[in-house]
């Protein structure tokens, strides 16, 4: 890949307000998810707008929502790669082997047979993976996972790797590796979420660092970046408003995300996923 123009991907996590409260302990008593149905409607049209093709990571059990099923479908019409972010969204390395094939396998066949796509790419919850999980999903027929940041120490396969900026192959597997952009010295990675919250001087700083790599960078999206503000009487204090940012404007938001996509493309070439995945499976033949 040229160092003069290196790639980039957009990806997307469609966490909802029922996942991010229960990802917190939160309980949720509402069938309504208007975070997830703003925020996804809000991402289309701004993936329209920008003429940009995301990867969108899909938690499975949202499926069986009738609000939420046609917005899903709607991305599918629109030319967007559907990926697994799991079957319930938990903290995979804490369940049991039977729950883990669940999340990783059960959740890649629900998706492709109800939206009936190819579903090549996964990313599990919290960046919470290691070997055993990895070699789960290299066995389900995944393509690529995007679930590590650099200089992270996996044993795989028997073999301990330490994971790198640039896509990889696990070793003796033809899963790919689509790391998240390395951010240290930076306390927090520089996705979308980061910047909204720290400001954009923070995900400028952080891109400009990254960009020396010369790695392709995957710009990672919520649907919390786009959404429109939850009404009051749905948040759990505080807390549910900054985490679903609710305490920012959702006009502004999407003003400020477009900003940081011009950032993106005056330096990057966009692509999609699995042609990242291709061009990786090209140079190393």
């Given amino acids: ?34 975070l997830f149905e703003s925020g996804l409607r809000n991402t289309l049209a701004f993936l329209e707008g920008a003429e940009v093709k995301a990867t969108l990571f899909v938690i499975a059990q949202d499926l069986d929502d ?3 099923r046609p917005l899903l479908e709607l991305a599918v019409a629109k030319g967007h790669e559907i990926a697994c972010h799991s079957y319930t969204h938990k903290k995979l390395t804490k369940l049991a082997r039977g729950d883990q094939l669940r999340e990783v396998v059960e959740s890649r066949e629900k998706i492709a047979g109800t939206l009936g796509v ?10 919470d993976i290691d070997g055993p999980l990895l070699e789960l999903i290299a066995d389900a027929g995944y393509s690529y996972d995007a679930s590590c940041f650099p200089r992270r120490r996996v044993a795989f396969t028997g073999q301990e790797v330490i994971t790198q900026s640039s896509p990889f192959y696990w070793p003796g597997s033809s899963l790919v590796e689509i790391p998240m952009p390395a ?10 979420s980061y910047g909204l919250m720290l400001g954009d001087w923070y995900f400028r700083q952080g891109l400009r660092r990254f960009r020396k790599s010369g790695a392709p960078l995957v710009w990672l999206l919520h649907l919390t970046d786009l959404a429109d503000p939850m009404p009051a009487s749905m948040l759990r204090g ?25 950032t993106i493309t005056k330096e990057y070439r966009l692509v999609d996923s699995r ?3 291709a061009t990786i499976t090209q140079r190393d033949q």
């Fill in 1 to 34: 890949m040229s160092t003069t123009e290196p790639l980039a991907i957009v990806h997307v996590d469609l966490d909802g307000a029922s996942a991010i409260h229960a990802a917190h302990g939160w309980p949720y008593p509402h069938a309504e998810d208007p």
């Fill in 66 to 68: 009738d609000r939420k």
């Fill in 118 to 127: 190819a579903v090549d790419g996964f990313r599990a919850p919290y960046f």
């Fill in 183 to 192: 951010h240290r010295p930076l306390p927090f990675p520089f996705h979308a």
């Fill in 238 to 262: 505080l807390q549910a408003k900054l985490f679903t940012l609710s305490h920012l404007d959702g006009r502004k938001k999407q003003i400020r995300c477009q900003g940081m996509l011009q």
């Fill in 275 to 277: 042609t990242l995945a």
